[in-house]
Structure formats: structure tokens, C-alpha cells
């Protein structure tokens, strides 16, 4: 069974930087395409960003497009999102999620068609 483990959330100051990490276990992360959502409270779970099984491809949600770097090292089977000028407007629950396929081509966008996702952390954004 696939298990994603979050890390790295914590209280911030506007402006300041993140990077969150995810681990990945119980099964082969290279066969993933992978991708982080946030979840405010009484939201949706929204889409953030994400990586094909390379690292080669990286697409993004336009609010966080030019703050936000999803990398992934497949060596350690981490994914990754930095976050640098952070908002208050960025404040949820950050989560992990997998989708066993090597191809990004699926609604990658769209949470329902992430397999396997974590517990989350919690980044909060003081103005």
C-alpha cells in the first residue's frame, strides 16, 4: 500500500518561504505522476501544482504560477514544493497526492484522479 507522509508546514510571516517535502512509500514512485493540493477551511481541495514521473514536466494553478516550484527526486522518493512569497491567501492544509501512471495524460487537475494522498500539514500565513 502506497503511503504519502508530509512534511515541513508551519506558521509564516507574508513574504516568506516554504518548502514542504512528501515521502514516498510502498511502492515504486517513479511509476507516479505526482501533485499537491491545499484545502482552506469550508473550501474545496484545490488544486496547486504538479510533476510527471521525471521531473521533466510541471504545470501549475495560475494563483501560485512564478511563487511555487514542484521538484521531485525520484533517488529519495520525495516530492517537493517550494514556496516563496507566501500570502495569507495561502493558508490550508497542503496535501500530497499520487497517480499511478508514468503519462501525465489524465484530468491532473482534478483531485479524483489521484490514487493515494497523505494527512497533510498545515501552512499558515500571517499579514
Known amino acids: 500500500q502506497v503511503q504519502l507522509v508530509e512534511s515541513g508546514g508551519r506558521l509564516v510571516q507574508a513574504g516568506a518561504s516554504l518548502k514542504l517535502s512528501c515521502t514516498f512509500s510502498g511502492g515504486t514512485f517513479s511509476r507516479h505522476t505526482m501533485a499537491w493540493f491545499r484545502q482552506a477551511p469550508g473550501k474545496e481541495r484545490e488544486f496547486v501544482g504538479g510533476i510527471s514521473w521525471s521531473g521533466y514536466n510541471t504545470y501549475y494553478t495560475d494563483s501560485v504560477k512564478g511563487r511555487f516550484t514542484v521538484s521531485r527526486d525520484n533517488a529519495q522518493n520525495t516530492v517537493y514544493l517550494q514556496m516563496n512569497s507566501l500570502k495569507p491567501e495561502d493558508t490550508a492544509v497542503y496535501y500530497c497526492?499520487?497517480?499511478?501512471?508514468?503519462?501525465?495524460?489524465?484530468?491532473?487537475?482534478?483531485?479524483?484522479?489521484?490514487?493515494?494522498w497523505g494527512q497533510g500539514t498545515q501552512v499558515t500565513v500571517s499579514s
Open positions: 497526492a499520487a497517480r499511478y501512471s508514468i503519462s501525465t495524460n489524465f484530468d491532473k487537475y482534478k483531485a479524483y484522479a489521484y490514487d493515494y
